[in-house]
């Protein structure tokens, strides 16, 4: 079982910049293929950002492509990811998500407001 848990949400002026983190623990994070989600108040969850196991090649929305920035640590267990040039739409909540063939794993979140 992977246990992943978010920190570093907060709430930020539009234009400023947040760092959240994820903190995994209970098996080994190098395996796994690692994402970034979020979701807006009555809006689905969408995809932000992804950083593969291997090859490290990272993906992103075409809403925080040049803005955000994905990172991982296998050594100390983290992903991190730097939001730069923060806007009021990318106000929600923030999951970290990690998959392995077929398994997966969710973090609880943690909410980022952008505020006008």
């Known amino acids: 079982q992977l246990r992943l848990v978010e920190s570093g949400g907060g709430v930020v002026e539009s234009g400023g910049s947040l760092k959240i983190s994820c903190v995994a623990s209970?098996?080994?994070?190098?395996?796994?293929?690692l994402s970034w989600y979020r979701q807006a108040l009555g809006k689905e969850r969408e995809f932000v950002a992804s950083?593969?196991?291997?090859?490290?090649?990272?993906r992103y929305a075409d809403s925080v492509k040049g803005r955000f920035t994905m990172s991982r640590d296998n050594l100390k267990m983290t992903v991190d990811l730097q939001m730069n040039d923060l806007r009021p739409d990318d106000t929600a909540i923030y999951y970290c998500?990690?998959?392995?063939?077929?398994?997966?794993?969710w973090g609880r979140g943690t909410q980022v407001t952008v505020s006008s």
């Open positions: 998500h990690a998959r392995r063939d077929s398994s997966e794993y």
């Open positions: 209970g098996r080994g994070l190098s395996p796994y293929d």
């Open positions: 950083i593969q196991s291997v090859t490290r090649y990272t």
